[in-house]
DNA sequence: GGCGACATTTCTATTTTGAC
DNA sequence: GTCAAAATAGAAATGTCGCC
């Protein structure tokens, strides 16, 4: 039975922080063992929680992260940059299992429904693997166990890398527009150094608009 | 035919609400 | 109190359509 990587995203709307994208690979009988580990959507799973669970899919499988830091994801477009980490991953995974190309990629599709057909192919032309043992498809991070573990293991990476960046610049929440102290970490660290820190994806429209407010812009 | 605007689709998160 | 689901709000990329 071919081995499955699931490959899935942390922190793609963030205007802090960087963009995490994780992979797990796990031999496809292994998958009934990731689902009793209690892999599935983590959007439904508490932060605590998360690392926990992780904890026990880094025993049982093959777990890979790609970081990118916000300066490299103001420079290139988000699904460039997942497709070539995703490349990356399948390359590394493809070197730790015995057999040539015995991997099947599962992921959840990084565009829309009417260009998952061109993704596959882009991935495919990167990885070298045949279109047809890629899937990419929308919700796969709820709907397949291994992209549910990927999708665990992105979001507590990029937990703790934030969690370093505190150390570093202060506490501004997880990096997302919505969140207040995000909002006040930028608006204060603006006012006071006239430029936006280099945690910051610059080209988002909440870090323009407060360039546009800035006196000193 | 080329370009720009808009709609649609995906992703992420937090907050709120309701069930157990 | 805990957990799951829905609502809401932020992001970007792609496809379609109208205009020049």
């Known amino acids: 039975m071919k081995a499955v990587l699931g490959i899935d995203e942390a922190g793609r709307g963030a205007v802090l922080g960087p963009l995490v994208v994780s992979g797990v690979l796990v031999p496809g009988e292994g998958l009934d063992t ?25 025993q049982a499988a093959w777990v890979k992260a790609v970081v990118i830091p916000a300066r490299v994801v103001d420079q290139e477009n988000l699904t460039q940059l997942e497709l070539s980490a995703a490349a990356k991953i399948v390359e590394e ?9 015995p991997i099947t990629v599962v992921m959840d599709a990084p565009v829309a429904p009417g260009a998952i ?50 150390t570093r610049y202060g506490d501004f929440g997880w990096g997302y527009p919505g969140e207040g102290k995000v909002v006040e970490f930028l608006t204060r ?12 994806r610059t080209r988002w429209r909440t870090a323009k608009r407060l360039l546009d407010r800035s006196p000193v812009a």
């Open 189 to 200: 660290w603006l006012a006071e150094r006239g430029e936006l820190p280099p945690i910051c």
């Open 93 to 101: 995974a493809s070197s730790v299992t015995r057999h040539p190309s």
């Open 34 to 58: 990731l689902v009793e580990l209690g892999a599935r959507d983590s959007k439904a799973v508490p932060r605590e929680r998360r690392k926990e669970l992780l904890a026990g899919i880094a």
């Open 117 to 166: 057909p061109a993704f596959r192919a882009r991935l495919a032309s990167a990885t070298g693997l045949p279109e047809g043992a890629i899937s990419a498809y929308p919700k796969a991070d709820s709907l397949h166990p291994a992209v549910s573990a990927a999708s665990l293991a992105a979001k507590v990476i990029r937990d703790a890398y934030v969690a370093y960046l505190h």
